[in-house]
């Protein structure tokens, strides 16, 4: 059985139903009885949200957890809710209002693949009830003030916000119950675009894409913000607008988010992890400032600051981690948190501009295409492109940890890896030169499929 993906449990709600949240609530609370025994639940603002948090509730209780309902909140103040105990998210992120979806998390972090396979074991064998006089009991408690507090605390440790002017496209999501009151807090003068929670995404679709922010882009560009911030469902990814109304490209932001990080931290060995398909321009900013980079798999950042750490000496800070358009800030908490983000880069565009900041970042031109190919093909095509794509590019520095990945001298890189939903190889390149060298990898992989 294969529940979990790259981010939890998702899918259409005739695969993600109650009776699986049920059976997931219940290997959960199993989980939480043998530590604090309590588990938080959430959910984000999609109509069958309802019904599975409730079913949740009773598979926890069941094993004799205690549940406490946080009801509609971001999937990271969840996050920040779950801190010394568990904690479920009924959420299916970006994804359209027909899906929904489970994230699990203990003590504010996501659980991890070992974590995820207990769960898998436990759903599998369909574990039993408690018995009648153990079941656990539930509350209610009210977490989003809490949490809009302790991201304008983080944001504020680094100072006070400028006067500024900031759009925010909240997408009908749960952006709308934290990012446009975490702003203004902080001081900023906030237009709000879809801030109410609508679960049929009837505004715009939940994913926040060039396509999907074509309101908040020409908002920008027409009106007084200095820049603009678009979210998804649940409030884990944030997309940046700049003043003329174009996309941000998310490894830019992240480079930007890295290198204040770094700069920011007092460790002799401030570390940033990311993930293979990463742009180089945040290796070249990290360093600029002093850190280093380590990559890890998609979706497992929390594994990947994990090792850094145990790798690392006393002189190690995990100063930041991300991936594109999701960002841990490890000194807030372990969990992805767009809210964070949108706290800290108002504050860091409000100091300077927004342009300044992207001044420094070399931005090449990046491409990402698919190349078909049925999943029983994946290992041995990926098996023979790890001799195949070094002997095409014998001066490039090569990585095979997390698919393929080749640093070529002085023209960029590329990254090959199978996708782990769908029938595709992915090939991914930022260079100069960067159509001749996608077609060139993107060939190489077609005659080896």
């Known amino acids: 059985m294969e529940l979990f993906g790259t981010a939890g449990i998702r899918g259409p709600v005739t695969e993600v139903t109650p009776e699986l949240a049920l059976a997931v609530g219940r290997a959960v609370g199993t989980d939480a009885v043998e530590g604090d025994g309590t588990v938080v639940v959430g959910r984000d603002g999609r109509e069958t949200g309802v019904s599975l948090a409730a079913a949740v509730e009773a598979g926890a209780t069941s094993a004799g957890a205690t549940v406490c309902r946080a009801g509609q909140l971001p999937t990271p103040a969840l996050a920040f809710a779950s801190r010394g105990r568990h904690g479920v998210m009924l959420t299916a992120s970006h994804n359209p209002p027909s899906d929904n979806g489970i994230k699990l998390f203990e003590d504010g972090q996501e659980y991890d693949r070992a974590g995820e396979q207990r769960i898998e074991n436990r759903v599998e064998s369909e574990q039993p009830v408690s018995n009648w006089d153990s079941w656990g009991s539930a509350e209610s408690i009210d977490v989003i003030d809490e949490y809009r507090d302790a991201v304008v605390d983080y944001a504020t440790q680094y100072g006070e916000t400028p006067e500024m002017t900031v759009a925010v496209d909240c997408g009908n999501g749960m952006a709308s119950l934290a990012v446009p009151q975490v702003l203004t807090t902080l001081g900023a003068h906030v237009h709000s675009l879809n801030a109410n929670v609508d679960g049929r995404f009837t505004a715009r679709e939940s994913k926040p894409t060039a396509e999907s922010l074509t309101d908040l882009r020409r908002f920008v560009a027409d009106g007084p913000s200095s820049f603009g911030l678009g979210h998804d469902g649940d409030a884990d990814r944030i997309v940046v607008i700049d003043g003329e109304g174009e996309v941000v490209h998310e490894d830019t932001v992240l480079a930007i988010l890295a290198e204040h990080a770094v700069r920011a931290s007092e460790a002799a060995d401030p570390v940033v992890v990311t993930t293979p398909n990463a742009s180089g321009r945040i290796d070249n900013r990290v360093e600029a400032a002093g850190g280093r980079v380590e990559r890890v798999r998609l979706g497992a950042l929390h594994e990947g600051i994990a090792s850094a750490r ?140």
């Open 310 to 449: 145990a790798a690392g000496t006393d002189d190690t800070e995990v100063a930041f981690a991300a991936e594109p358009w999701k960002h841990i800030h490890p000194r807030f908490g372990g969990w992805i948190d767009s809210v964070a983000s949108a706290a800290l880069l108002t504050r860091l565009v409000a100091e300077s501009s927004l342009d300044a900041l992207r001044e420094p970042v070399r931005e090449r031109p990046y491409r990402k295409v698919s190349v078909d190919c049925p999943d029983e093909h994946k290992a041995d095509v990926m098996a023979e492109l790890e001799t195949a794509l070094p002997e095409q590019f014998p001066e490039a520095a090569v990585e095979t940890e997390y698919g393929i990945r080749l640093d070529i001298p002085d023209d960029g890189w590329t990254l090959v890896r199978p996708s782990g939903t769908e029938p595709y190889i992915r090939v991914y390149a930022e260079s100069e030169s960067v159509d001749d060298l996608v077609d060139t990898v993107s060939d190489l992989v077609r005659r080896t499929v």
